[in-house]
């Protein structure tokens, strides 16, 4: 079986509870699209299982964790009755790891450890050693795309590093071996692709100059899409802003009300209505209002998701795509060498 539509692709790992900056970078753009655009393209959404453990996680819980994030896409919206959308977990598809260890013989360890979230994963962890998995991430990130020559990877602001790596290791195999990959589009492409004019960064709510992270030391800035609607009512209103008194929209000087004014609009809010308000009380309700009504939908969503249809999609998503990947996989043993080219 071939494939032909240009695909999007993008992965959501299961290493913690997800929150509102996951749901806001990843999913919700990829979902949007499924929705608007499912007949021109092929949309793969999928667990990154082999990315989960590349820092400590229980492993007791793993299996949870996958199943909690094949829902989270289907809460989200996405359209799984489609022919074109397919749900996978990439440890079930052996060409990833396949793949990976052919492109980190043409990967530069330089290159690699320049990589700013290895260097931010690695100091933050004390107790335990630090993984070459985690060294190698974005190869197995790279080959995650690459394999089905995804032209667009909706993701947030912290992966944008790894996409560049991602488009660097395709020109270099193709101007080694011919052409093996199509290379995705470049970052800019890509947020316009998206409607955005960056990179999304949702920022922890206590400390808006950090982004909102699932390894927060407290939880008190994130909002988890576990949180019960109360709970990130609270987390809002207490959120950090400024001393400015003025609502405006300029992350270098204002990030928390700018965070509060992204998220409200990216819920279906409109920011324009608080700029130049004298008082924050009123953005943070209507901000609270807002995320307490979305998690509420959201929550109900994922309590009524059959998980038998998820299942049945599950399986027959990764049939498929495994002989996909095989063929995409013996192109590329091919042109290094491992088979003939006959
Ligand atoms: P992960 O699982 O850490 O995060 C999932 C997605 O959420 C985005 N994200 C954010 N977006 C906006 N604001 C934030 N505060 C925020 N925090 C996280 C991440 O950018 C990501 O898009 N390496 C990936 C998983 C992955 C992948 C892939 C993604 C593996 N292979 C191939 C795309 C394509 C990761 O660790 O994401």
Not at 76 to 103: C, K, M
Not at 201 to 211: V, W
Not at 277 to 292: N, R
């Amino acid at each position: 079986m071939t494939m032909t539509k240009p695909v999007i692709l993008t992965g959501l790992r299961a290493n913690n509870d997800l929150h509102l900056g996951n749901y806001l970078g990843a999913l919700l753009p990829i979902v949007d699209l499924a929705r608007a655009k499912a007949g021109e393209y092929q949309i793969n959404a999928f667990v990154p299982d082999l990315h989960s453990f590349t820092t400590p996680i229980d492993h007791n819980t793993l299996q949870e964790q996958i199943k909690q994030n094949l829902k989270l896409f289907i809460a989200a919206g996405l359209p799984i009755d489609n022919d074109n959308v397919f749900i996978y977990r990439q440890s079930y598809i052996p060409a990833h790891s396949e793949l990976t260890w052919i492109l980190d013989c043409f990967t530069g360890f330089g290159e690699l450890s320049r990589m700013t979230q290895f260097k931010d994963k690695s100091q933050a962890i004390i107790d335990d050693r630090v993984s070459v998995g985690l060294f190698n991430y974005p190869v197995l990130m790279a080959a995650d795309i690459l394999l089905y020559d995804a032209e667009y990877i909706p993701v947030g602001d912290d992966q944008t590093q790894h996409l560049e790596f991602t488009r660097d290791i395709a020109e270099r195999m193709n101007s080694k071996f011919g052409d093996l990959f199509v290379v995705p589009k470049p970052v800019a492409e890509q947020h316009q692709f998206f409607n955005k004019d960056q990179g999304l960064r949702i920022r922890n709510l206590q400390d808006p100059t950090k982004k909102m992270s699932k390894s927060d030391d407290s939880s008190k800035g994130v909002i988890f899409l576990t949180d019960t609607p109360e709970e990130a009512r609270n987390k809002i209103m207490g959120a950090t802003t400024d001393g400015l008194s003025e609502v405006q929209y300029d992350y270098a000087v204002r990030p928390g009300v700018s965070n509060l004014l992204d998220i409200l609009s990216l819920l279906g809010g409109d920011k324009q209505a608080f700029i130049g308000q004298t008082q924050y009380g009123p953005l943070k309700s209507a901000v609270s209002d807002k995320v307490a009504e979305f998690l509420a939908e959201f929550q109900s969503k994922m309590a009524a998701i059959n998980e038998r249809d998820i299942w049945h999609k599950l399986e027959e998503s990764e049939f498929l795509l495994r002989n996909v990947t095989l063929q995409k996989l013996y192109k590329v043993q091919q042109a290094v060498g491992l088979r003939s080219q006959k």
